[in-house]
DNA sequence: TCAGTAATAAACCTCTTGGTTAATTAACTA
DNA sequence: TAGTTAATTAACCAAGAGGTTTATTACTGA
């Protein structure tokens, strides 16, 4: 898998509120699929589909537990979407500096 | 638009390479449709649409200029991403001190 | 071994996405 | 005003996403 598609498929598998919400829970420690689906008015194999799709962006692992089947936080695709953003963070930090800059501009005017 | 929403437009427009060149493109400055749809091996329409969910999801605005659309990238939501993918910062750094600390440990294991 | 619990698989449905071609709008230019 | 360039709209299509219900697998524990 190219590094492109690996951001293709973590940015969409994080395109939706419930999965968002599963890693958030996820954050705070393992769970089962049955603890996971509890916040949702869904059916089970919907949280099922859910899972899978983060587990295929490789946002989290699996293991087997007896008849659990546990669910891990996986960071990496978390990381490589932050390393994203950075690139972007010039930008918004350069406009910044101009708006700045600007204020700075009227605040002399005032005087 | 609640937060959440603005955020699945935003990672749901970021799943898609296509989009994302565009984005690379407009850090460098803004740019007509017919300059941005130049990389790719497809119809103008179809970069069309790309460049409509990009505005949708607040990433670009556009400005008429004569027969041109200029197109201008927008690094808000990209903060948002940003700032969402710094709250599980400290999980992955946690992870790599454990690492450390158990990198340490062999090394003690081995004088 | 049998009942119960955890989870997935299969089949199906609807809506969305990503692309096409053909037609249209809007502005510039000769 | 006619032709050209820039870009969008409309109509269509195939494939994928997200959900359902029903059936099945796999393990536990009495």
Redesign the pocket.
């Known amino acids: 898998m190219t590094n492109d598609d690996q951001l293709d498929a973590a940015f969409?598998a994080l395109?939706?509120p419930?999965r968002r919400t599963i890693l958030a829970r996820l954050a705070k420690g393992t769970a089962?699929?049955?603890?996971l689906a509890e916040p949702f008015?869904?059916?089970?194999?919907?949280?099922?589909?859910?899972?899978?799709?983060l587990e295929n962006a490789g946002l989290i692992s699996?293991e087997?537990d007896?008849?659990?089947?546990?669910c891990k936080l996986e960071t990496a695709p978390i990381q490589d979407i932050a390393g994203w953003a950075e690139r972007y963070r010039h930008i918004w930090e350069a406009r910044f500096d101009t708006m700045d800059t600007l204020l700075a501009d009227m605040k002399e005017d005032d005087t």
């Open positions: 969409s395109a939706h419930v089962g699929v049955n603890a008015d869904m059916t089970l194999p919907a949280i099922s589909k859910h899972i899978r799709v699996r087997r007896a008849q659990f089947r546990l």
